[in-house]
């Protein structure tokens, strides 16, 4: 690819890369979003209830957070849910479970 810039104008190069940064960008979250809803999914169809938590909560100085759930369930299927993140993570991505806490998230808010 660098090869394909020889002979180009300063201002051509820049041009290009800036280009090919902002597709390598767009690619990397689509793959990011299309991991999101692959957690989502799967734990939603454990759940009885799946809550999106929105945070920019970093978890190590060198890991991102990559999804915040609040999750509904009955107790049996906790080691349901660890099973599930177990397998899906590993090497790459990395899991922290906590609680129990009492359901405030879930519950609807109604006027009176």
Known sequence: ???????KSAGLNYLFQGRIKDKINDLAYKEVYRLKEEF???IGGVADDTKVNESSIMIKEEKDLLLS????IDEQKITEIEDILKEKTGKDFSFHLAGPFPPYSFVEN???
């Open 1 to 7: 690819m660098e090869s394909s810039y020889a002979g």
């Open 40 to 42: 989502y999914d799967t």
């Open 69 to 72: 759930l609040s999750v509904l």
């Open 110 to 112: 109604e006027s009176i």
